[in-house]
């Protein structure tokens, strides 16, 4: 498992990052950059909702969550984006939680087996 967390940023620096603000788009550049096999496949890719707050915490999280699946292996890719934080609710900072295992040989409701060939 890995997780990296950005230094604290102004707010009005999300307007100078393009396509990055917005979670689902920086999610799936992480996806791009991060797995090396060339075939993969996305098994789901969804809004992640933070829960319980347990420490009064007054700050925005908003987050995106992709499971991906390549020949070898099974990764999840959670973004979250802490927003508003105190004590001047003027900054924000992304964190990036990527954990990778085994492929699971679990088989669920969904067609989740990798296919002999992908099409682009």
């Not at 420490?55 to 908003?62: A, G, K, M, P, V």
């Not at 939680?97 to 067609?111: A, C, E, L, Q, Y």
Request: contains cysteine.
């Amino acid at each position: 498992m890995q997780v990296q967390i950005s230094r604290n940023v102004p707010l009005d620096y999300l307007d100078q990052m393009g396509e990055k603000a917005d979670l689902q788009s920086y999610c799936e550049y992480f996806v791009r950059n991060f797995i090396e096999e060339e075939d993969y496949f996305v098994i789901e890719s969804n809004l992640y909702f933070k829960r319980y707050n347990l420490n009064s915490d007054e700050s925005e999280w908003q987050g995106w969550k992709i499971t991906v699946r390549d020949k070898f292996h099974d990764y999840i890719f959670i973004m979250l984006r802490r927003s508003y934080i105190p004590p001047l609710l003027d900054t924000f900072s992304d964190i990036a939680i990527i954990v990778k295992g085994p492929m699971s040989t679990k088989h669920d409701h969904r067609n989740t087996e990798f296919p002999s060939s992908l099409e682009t």
